[in-house]
């Protein structure tokens, strides 16, 4: 939230999306605002919000925070990991139809 100050102090809607705008336009600190979005937090509509910000038409201009791009991005390369070492274990020769037939004589009851 605090990477996206702009974003959210523009953010239409009531409720809760209200009440952040309320809290950036009246904080002097930092601390004053994050107790205050904190407070708005605690008993705010955290569905409503969310709708609000999904029907935002400037939702593509909020920049993702840094702990959470990196997550991302160490989360893409562990699955990158492990389907290279999938990929490298998986037979590629294709077992043909007449490797997987079984004759009549070599079916035991």
Not at 2 to 12: A, I, K, P, T, V
Not at 20 to 43: F, H, W
Not at 66 to 84: M, N, P, S, T, V
Request: hydrophobic share 40%; proline share 6%.
């Amino acid at each position: 939230m605090y990477q996206n100050l702009e974003f959210f102090r523009s953010l239409q809607g009531a409720g809760l999306a209200k009440r952040i705008r309320e809290s950036i336009e009246k904080a002097k600190t930092v601390p004053e605002l994050s107790s205050s979005i904190q407070a708005a937090l605690k008993t705010g509509d955290k569905a409503e919000f969310s709708m609000t910000l999904l029907e935002s038409s400037d939702l593509d201009q909020v920049g993702l925070p840094d702990y959470i791009h990196k997550g991302l991005l160490w989360l893409i390369a562990q699955l990158k990991r492990k389907e290279d070492d999938v990929a490298g274990k998986t037979p590629l020769n294709p077992v043909s139809t007449s490797d997987a037939a079984a004759t009549p004589n070599e079916v035991k009851p």
